[in-house]
Every structure is written in C-alpha cells, then in structure tokens.
C-alpha cells in the first residue's frame, strides 16, 4: 500500500521511545536504583542535538553516553532530554531529542532498544521549546565508560552483560 494511513512502525517506535522518556523520567526523581545505568546512542548530526563541536568532530555519525556515576542537571521533557556530563574533566551540557536516539541499553537487568533515527516531521517540530537551565548540579552518574569499557552494540549485536537489543525490523513483514 503506497499511501499507508496508519504506521504501525512509527506507532511502535514512539511508543517504545516513551520507554527511555520514563526510564529518565524517574532517574530525574529517584536516582539510579542498584546497579542500574544507561547506555544511550544518539546521531550527533541529528537537528536539535546539541553538543560541543569538538564532540561532533570526533563522533560525527553517533555517539553513546553513559548515565552512571557522574552526570548533573538532568532534565526530562516529552521531546528531549538534557544532562551535564564530564569529559575530560570539562562539564558540558548535551542536549538530545529522543528523536535522535538510536540505542538504549540497561545492562544490569539485560535490556536494550534500538531504533530508527526519525527525521523530524516539519519545522514546527524543530521549534519544539526547549527546557530551562539546570536547577542543581549533584552527581549521578558516569558520562563516559571507564578506559578500556566495552561500547553497546551499535546494530542488533549483543550488549555488554549479554543483553539483547530489540530492533524493530524483526517485527516488521519481509
């Protein structure tokens, strides 16, 4: 059918897109619980992702950030998320639509999601009003694995901790 009313895979995708909206959601209320961190993969290039340029040099397709040990200000909205991290001992704020977000993976409970980057649907999208500055800088979490840490899979491979990442494409009709 060319002319596709309803989009089940989009359907699909935002609604698992909400998962990683409400996992950050109650990291913003709660903490990390346990063991608990997250391993997110965003497109650099992606409009409205914001991230110093000399970031965007070095990861000009994607980047994957881990919320641990040390993160500040995290901020969660229904169209992006915002968080301070620390590279090389310089605090930066990134700003991500989840939109742009290609990965997800919990390696303590060995769960994963992978995605579709979605382009954004119209202008007015882009214009989505961002978050405020952030209240509080209180450590969270880590922004970058340790030296020599393993990254999650980029493309249905396995996680690090053996976690399976979900795609979308195994559901969808061949």
Same mark, same amino acid.
């Given at each position: 059918m060319a002319n596709e009313i309803l989009k089940y895979d989009r359907m699909v995708e935002n609604a698992l897109r909400g998962v990683v909206r409400e996992a950050l959601t109650q990291v913003t209320r709660a903490g990390l619980p346990g063991a608990?961190?997250?391993?997110i993969t965003f497109r650099t290039g992606h409009p409205g992702v914001t991230i110093p340029e000399y970031l965007r040099l070095k990861f000009p397709q994607e980047m994957t950030i881990v919320?641990?040990?040390?993160f500040w200000g995290l901020e969660v909205s229904g169209e992006q998320f915002?968080?301070?991290?620390?590279?090389?001992?310089?605090?930066?704020?990134?700003?991500v639509p989840f939109d742009a977000v290609t990965g997800f993976a919990d390696p303590s409970v060995k769960f994963g999601l992978q995605f579709q980057a979605n382009e954004p649907a119209a202008a007015?999208?882009? *214009? /989505?009003?961002?978050?405020?500055?952030?209240?509080?800088n209180k450590p969270q979490s880590e922004a970058n694995p340790p030296e020599g840490k393993e990254q999650p *899979? /980029?493309?249905?491979?396995?996680s690090p901790g053996g976690a399976k990442v979900v795609t979308l494409n195994s559901f969808r009709k061949k």
């Open positions: 608990h961190h997250f391993y919320l641990q040990y040390q915002l968080v301070t991290l620390s590279f090389s001992d310089v605090h930066e704020r990134l700003i007015a999208r882009q *214009a /989505a009003p961002s978050l405020p500055a952030p209240k509080e *899979a /980029a493309s249905g491979e396995d």
